[in-house]
T-cell receptor, first 114, second 112 residues
Framework: DTEVTQTPKHLVMGMTNKKSLKCEQHMGHRAMYWYKQKAKKPPELMFVYSYEKLSINESVPSRFSPECPNSSLLNLHLHALQPEDSALYLC?????????????FGPGTRLTVL | DAKTTQPPSMDCAEGRAANLPCNHSTISGNEYVYWYRQIHSQGPQYIIHGLKNNETNEMASLIITEDRKSSTLILPHATLRDTAVYYCIVRVAFRLRNQFYFGTGTSLTVIP
């Protein structure tokens, strides 16, 4: 099973709302990733969790707050977002520490901030 | 800090081979080349990867030049369902994670 699931598929929120994106994998992967993708652009790395610890924060504004409650789950908490944060948010997972690790991506959450 | 360059778009006739080039002239010796594709607004889908040798799987072939500065993804018999954006990626391995450096992608259109 190489599936990464993400919920919800679509999310519309106002600038004062608080919402969360969820990501789940059951491949035993110990690294999980959040990417942001704007239209016609490649995915941009936001956060990396390795063994449930945050190992990379690519200078992401604090209105995005990641959480990794266990090795299978990854959340992205959203608060006070701006319209320019509207994008496709992708989650991925991979093994750790092997020479040739493939990242498996979920289908993404399409976020619209009004 | 993109490590790869790709042509922005390409066309290919259905049933013919699609050859997608990628330049990665600054690649280091232990960095892998990965290829993914993304069909409109879906998550990127893994295709193939390699380090030095040419690789083939059920989806595609990957040809890496001897100096490793460029590679070509080959879809042997393109179908309409292969229309997608194809990303050439350099993967850098750190101790507790790997990090993908995406190129800007090639939009491949397969023409009937």
């Amino acid at each position: 099973d190489t599936e990464v699931t993400q919920t919800p598929k679509h999310l519309v929120m106002g600038m004062t709302n608080k919402k969360s994106l969820k990501c789940e994998q059951h491949m035993g992967h110990r690294a999980m990733y959040w990417y942001k993708q704007k239209a016609k652009k490649p995915p941009e790395l936001m956060f990396v969790y390795s063994y449930e610890k945050l190992s990379i924060n690519e200078s992401v504004p604090s209105r995005f707050s990641p959480e990794c409650p266990n090795s299978s789950l990854l959340n992205l908490h959203l608060h006070a977002l701006q319209p320019e944060d509207s994008a496709l948010y992708l989650c991925a997972s991979s093994q750790v520490g092997t020479k040739s690790d493939t990242q498996y991506f979920g289908p993404g959450t399409r976020l619209t901030v009004l | 800090d993109a490590k790869t360059t790709q042509p922005p778009s390409m066309d290919c006739a259905e049933g013919r081979a699609a050859n997608l080039p990628c330049n990665h002239s600054t690649i280091s010796g232990n960095e892998y080349v990965y290829w993914y594709r993304q069909i409109h607004s879906q998550g990127p889908q893994y295709i193939i990867h390699g380090l030095k040798n040419n690789e083939t799987n059920e989806m595609a072939s990957l040809i890496i030049t001897e100096d490793r500065k460029s590679s070509t993804l080959i879809l042997p018999h393109a179908t309409l369902r292969d229309t997608a954006v194809y990303y050439c990626i350099v993967r850098v391995a750190f101790r507790l994670r790997n990090q993908f450096y995406f190129g800007t992608g090639t939009s491949l259109t397969v023409i009937p």
